[in-house]
């Protein structure tokens, strides 16, 4: 991604200063890319004969190497994609998919992403163009958290599953390895969380405050291993960084969190990414048809690899 910060002072047509920036575009790239939502003008989609201004701030989610200059990728941008989605379910109506740690959910500018992979699955299927653009994301994980990923097939599934997750109908389970033993073993945690965008962070308060959303997580302690412990974590709520945050603020950071962790702890045991795991969905019973296959199923990640490490002491 590219941040340009406008410094002409006399408005200018947004088309007439991209192209004095990447003469290479040309037009009908800057139409293009305007229509698959990859130019931003104060963080909203605008016409290309908006006039900017000194202030303004444009972000291009696009490659690199088209912006000065080189092709794209052959095809659509999912086919360069490193692999194809591992596929926990799928029906007529959905897919569920298991992200790695450190992969992007989704990324305009990035090709390998959680999206792309699962759309290059249903291109190996045979699905059409039409298919795979029809694919929608349900909801979203953190880059470095792993786990199960929801993607509705056409737009009803993808009203009726983001409306079952929005009214918290869909059970999310995590696993995840504290620094720290959380005390007592088992517990609900609440406050309100309020969002620093500017940062990237989050911070919860015990009681409410202005801004504030209210959040409520449940842990159980599962294992120890030194001054380490597993827990199995469900979301009450779901929040941006409810977790990582309500974790940390009781005293046990996730292990490999660089946001709200122990840092040295992080290098000294050389993990890149937070151990937390997204790993099980429990779907609500359900009398639509169309969604028979999915009602009251129970669908699971693989366990990550830092769950067996904690059972036999390796990691600790």
């Given at each position: 991604m590219k941040i340009l910060k406008v410094k002409s002072l006399l408005p200018l047509r947004m088309d007439k200063y991209l192209l004095e920036q990447y003469p290479h575009l040309g037009l009908g790239r800057l139409n293009k890319a305007l229509r698959e939502n990859k130019i931003k003008l104060n963080g909203k989609k605008q016409p290309l004969s908006t006039r900017v201004q000194a202030g303004d701030e444009i972000r291009l989610f696009i490659l690199d190497?088209?912006?000065?200059?080189?092709?794209?990728?052959?095809?659509?941008?999912?086919?360069?994609?490193?692999?194809?989605?591992e596929i926990v379910y799928e029906d007529e109506q959905v897919l569920v998919a298991n992200k790695p740690a450190g992969l992007p959910t989704e990324d305009p500018a990035a090709p390998d992403t959680l999206y792309n992979r699962a759309c290059l699955y249903l291109h190996g299927q045979g699905k059409s163009e039409e298919e795979i653009n029809a694919l929608r994301l349900c909801h979203r994980l953190d880059t470095g958290t792993s786990g199960l990923i929801v993607l509705a097939k056409n737009p009803h599934a993808e009203e009726v599953l983001t409306g079952w997750i929005r009214d918290r109908r869909v059970q999310k389970t995590y696993l995840c390895v504290t620094f720290g033993r959380p005390q007592p073993e088992?517990?609900?945690?609440?406050?309100?969380?309020?969002?620093?965008?500017?940062?990237?962070?989050?911070?919860?308060?015990?009681?409410?405050?202005?801004?504030?959303?209210?959040?409520?997580?449940?842990?159980?302690?599962?294992?120890?291993?030194?001054?380490?412990?597993?827990?199995?974590?469900?979301?009450?709520?779901?929040?941006?960084?409810?977790?990582?945050?309500?974790?940390?603020?009781?005293?046990?950071?996730?292990?490999?969190?660089?946001?709200?962790?122990?840092?040295?702890?992080?290098?000294?045991?050389?993990?890149?990414?937070?151990?937390?795991?997204?790993?099980?969905?429990?779907?609500?019973?359900?009398?639509?048809?169309?969604?028979?296959?999915?009602?009251?199923?129970?669908?699971?990640?693989?366990?990550?690899?830092?769950?067996?490490?904690?059972?036999?002491g390796t990691l600790k």
């Open positions: 190497e088209i912006l000065e200059g080189g092709t794209a990728p052959e095809g659509p941008l999912y086919r360069s994609a490193r692999c194809p989605a088992e517990a609900t945690l609440t406050g309100w969380l309020v969002k620093d965008s500017a940062q990237g962070r989050v911070k919860i308060y015990p009681e409410e405050v202005p801004g504030g959303k209210e959040v409520e997580t449940q842990y159980e302690t599962l294992a120890f291993s030194g001054r380490l412990a597993l827990l199995q974590v469900r979301l009450i709520t779901g929040r941006t960084h409810q977790i990582r945050a309500h974790l940390a603020g009781i005293g046990c950071p996730i292990l490999g969190d660089s946001k709200y962790g122990n840092n040295a702890a992080n290098r000294e045991l050389r993990l890149k990414y937070q151990a937390l795991c997204a790993y099980e969905l429990r779907f609500p019973q359900t009398s639509e048809e169309a969604f028979a296959p999915l009602s009251g199923r129970v669908l699971h990640a693989p366990k990550p690899w830092y769950y067996g490490q904690i059972l036999d």
